[in-house]
């Protein structure tokens, strides 16, 4: 029987004395042969869905299409970081031959590569169960990297998170992984004491703004301190311009209510905020709208949370309540929409855009298209912004107000919903990340956990193997300051 | 005449506050235009070389050639800068089309680009009065990333850091870059107020562990944290193996007296510990080498802090003085050999392998040179370690447990001289710097000036011009996930 009992200091510390007793073996595997160790992961868990859908549909109350994609997701998302390992640009190889006339004087041989930091500490999401738990993004391209993992579980779906645990542990031993690659602890206890361990190299979080703080801290006060990417808080705003508002009005707010409800908004990507021209109509059209049904949060915890904070918002004096489910106080959770005027949400911007974990939104209704970028510039980091124009609108400024706060920036679409590629981004400024320079999904998140190795004038025989002057894994590479493909 | 009295909190406000007004526009300017206006305060620096260098070593004690070489790595790398700029695989541009088979599902058209995160304040050191103060390398990369420059000027040279600035501030304003890109201030509580500031995106330091972990800290507990870059304290370790002792007894001993001698043993890339074969008497060779003369260090608060320090080391028991120069305790500062056994080195790790900034090295004679790759286990996060080896050396080992703690691992050579290259590392795990996967010298130090902003199905003409289908800017992308140069 898998246990989901609290780990223990001492077997922390065990588990993470063995994480780093395999990281040299692990990282000295080739690119190849990690990429190998991870489609057989995918596969495993593929073979494995019917349980692990079965298991998360118990924990999470969350409907099992949504989990069978999910699992597809992680499992795809595996496989993608096995292509980025055989492609070999994540090393950024790096070869400056001897030049006795480099202009500054005469230049050693150096050479420099991506190596893997070292055991890495995950803190699992409670409202992705697959793509951001135990196998997901932040394991997956940690893994990749090199790194050994240390994964805490999340406590709201602890047996799904030991019984994939002991599938990726089976699975990498299988693959000829070293012991210890990869781990499970339970516990919010033991998470700390992992993050706190010396030999751990860096942490990776999903999960709320207090959380993630909290653990960043930690890991920024530790005697040595380790880098930590937290991906943690965000409202994603929406500014509907006047000529998208009169030229799509039922289409906007359809796909309005579909995204910030999608997963009884429960994404970091939920939109929480959509700026609309007061004199569009707009608020009226929602107040009319069809929401969906009530349903039940992941667990009581987060539907604590969003009872009171919803209370909050609907208490302030600012806020009026556009729409509302039929159970606006009680469990399972009725959408709701909210509204108030920019005026009134410039002298309140601290209150009202902070995060509101659950299917609830704020309409902001504002006079003069001219505003939205100075609105923009109100809000903190987002990892989201989004656009909702038409063909002829000029909103350069606002688009590039919004860049300016967010890791992504939509036109016409709406947040939820994260594909996994190698050009998303997936992050953005404080708070919506601890890290502004990364990305937790797609296939740049595996450079978190990597820290370049310069060698000079090295005997071949001691150099790895993507600097060898033959090039033996085929790696892109800069030499001589020319990229080569 | 130029002030350099301490910038009041007043100002350092106004001078942030401009520095975050000139961040849109610095940073919209083409690669190209950024490029030149690098240029330009090249060859305005350049112009007022022999006012600078007079300055200088007015300042620092520092010899003319020695300043004039410093002089020009700097201008050399600020037009380094300017080729990364118009080679542009700094954006690190990725297009994603829009595909419908997508195998995790249909993806939209997603467009990645590094932007520049904002204004930066540097810490300049006292070490380089040119390389690494008020137009170094720090400086330099942050401008041309397209972050505006805040300088927190070094005491050790404050009228050499206001004219440099000065010629900086006139030759960006004659390239047509906006006003506020770069500014200097003085004092401390100066440049606690500029990382405090909230408009603030990042910090760089080069400087004290010490130092530099106060800044950490106040980088990392700001309300909205950011990204803080210290290059602190590295000892910088050789390993002799006992074939290369036997082969080239002489040219180790007189390159590693050049090179931990080297501007009076204050650079940061110092040998400050040279573990020998016992049997190999190189200690006595030491013991018997010709030191250099007694040189004044660059200020009394160095001198003072390397008298302290070298006089714990002295008194320590394990600690034996193998040579030492005329006047080791007043002013000027000879150069001190000390000397202890791998037995003594392991039992005082914490004691005697803190650097010792100043002309002084501690030797440590080894039994077998099966411990090394242990006694490298022992030591703290490295800016360089070195290998002095010979032909038939397998320490393969030794290499990789160096590789896990330095970020340059060197072969036959001495780790000061750290060349302007694309393939540098000058950086590695704490305490050597507070940010392990990046680099303060060579062209990737660009890096840690930016952040990723993906486009989703957004219009041409809101896109940045690296995104763009025709690809304009001629820069290296990764489309569809296949890397074009």
């Known amino acids: 029987m898998t246990t989901t009992a609290e780990t223990t200091q001492a077997d922390v510390d065990r588990i993470v004395g063995t994480a780093a007793a395999a990281a040299p073996a692990w990282g000295a595997l080739t690119p190849a042969a990690r990429a190998e160790a991870l489609g057989a992961v995918a596969d495993a868990l593929d073979a494995a869905g019917p349980e692990l859908v079965g298991l998360a549909a118990e924990e999470t109350h969350l409907p099992e299409a949504r989990l069978k994609g999910e699992l597809f997701r992680t499992t795809f998302q595996l496989r993608l970081f096995g292509e980025v390992l055989t492609e070999g640009s994540y090393l950024d190889a790096r070869i400056d031959h001897a030049d006795a006339d480099w202009p500054m004087g005469a230049r050693p041989d150096l050479r420099r590569v991506n190596e893997p930091l070292g055991p890495v500490v995950v803190f699992a999401a409670s409202n992705f169960p697959f793509a951001f738990s135990v196998a997901g993004g932040d394991t997956a391209s940690a893994l990749a990297a090199g790194c050994p993992v240390i994964l805490k579980a999340h406590p709201g779906h602890p047996r799904l998170s030991a019984r994939t645990g002991e599938i990726v542990v089976e699975a990498l031993r299988g693959a000829g992984a070293p012991d210890g690659v990869f781990a499970v602890v339970f516990g919010q206890d033991a998470g700390t004491a992992a993050l706190e361990h010396p030999a751990v190299r860096a942490g990776a979080f999903t999960g709320s703004i207090g959380g993630g703080r909290a653990l960043f801290d930690i890991a920024s006060a530790r005697p040595e301190p380790i880098p930590f990417y937290g991906e943690?808080?965000?409202?994603?705003?929406?500014?509907?311009?006047?000529?998208?508002?009169?030229?799509?009005?039922?289409?906007?707010?359809?796909?309005?209510?579909?995204?910030?409800?999608?997963?009884?908004?429960?994404?970091?990507?939920?939109?929480?905020?959509?700026?609309?021209?007061?004199?569009?109509?707009?608020?009226?059209?929602?107040?009319?709208?069809?929401?969906?049904?009530?349903?039940?949060?992941?667990?009581?915890?987060?539907?604590?949370?969003?009872?009171?904070?919803?209370?909050?918002?609907?208490?302030?004096?600012?806020?009026?309540?556009?729409?509302?489910?039929?159970?606006?106080?009680?469990?399972?959770?009725?959408?709701?929409?909210?509204?108030?005027?920019?005026?009134?949400?410039?002298?309140?911007?601290?209150?009202?855009?902070?995060?509101?974990?659950?299917?609830?939104?704020?309409?902001?209704?504002?006079?003069?298209?001219?505003?939205?970028?100075?609105?923009?510039?109100?809000?903190?980091?987002?990892?989201?912004?989004?656009?909702?124009?038409?063909?002829?609108?000029?909103?350069?400024?606002?688009?590039?107000?919004?860049?300016?706060?967010?890791?992504?920036?939509?036109?016409?679409?709406?947040?939820?919903?994260?594909?996994?590629?190698?050009?998303?981004?997936?992050?953005?400024?404080?708070?919506?990340?601890?890290?502004?320079?990364?990305?937790?999904?797609?296939?740049?998140?595996?450079?978190?956990?990597?820290r370049p190795v310069a060698y000079q004038d090295m005997p071949e025989r001691f150099l790895p193997a993507a600097l060898r002057e033959n090039n033996p894994l085929g790696v892109p590479r800069r030499v001589d300051g020319v990229l080569e493909v």
């Open 232 to 450: 943690m808080g965000s409202v994603n705003p929406t500014f509907v311009t006047p000529a998208a508002a009169a030229a799509r009005p039922d289409e906007i707010v359809t796909g309005f209510v579909g995204s910030f409800t999608m997963g009884v908004g429960q994404f970091c990507t939920k939109p929480g905020l959509l700026f609309v021209p007061a004199a569009a109509g707009l608020a009226d059209r929602l107040a009319a709208a069809s929401l969906p049904a009530a349903a039940p949060m992941l667990n009581d915890r987060l539907h604590g949370g969003y009872v009171e904070r919803l209370a909050e918002l609907r208490d302030h004096a600012a806020v009026r309540v556009l729409a509302e489910g039929a159970d606006p106080a009680g469990s399972p959770t009725s959408p709701t929409v909210l509204a108030t005027t920019a005026e009134q949400f410039r002298g309140a911007v601290d209150e009202l855009a902070a995060e509101c974990f659950g299917p609830t939104a704020l309409v902001i209704e504002y006079d003069d298209a001219a505003e939205l970028p100075a609105l923009a510039e109100l809000l903190e980091g987002q990892l989201t912004a989004t656009v909702q124009g038409s063909e002829d609108d000029d909103v350069a400024d606002l688009v590039d107000a919004l860049a300016g706060k967010a890791g992504r920036v939509l036109w016409n679409g709406w947040p939820t919903g994260v594909s996994v590629t190698h050009a998303q981004q997936h992050g953005g400024p404080y708070p919506a990340t601890t890290a502004p320079g990364t990305t937790s999904v797609g296939t740049a998140a595996i450079s978190r956990f990597l």
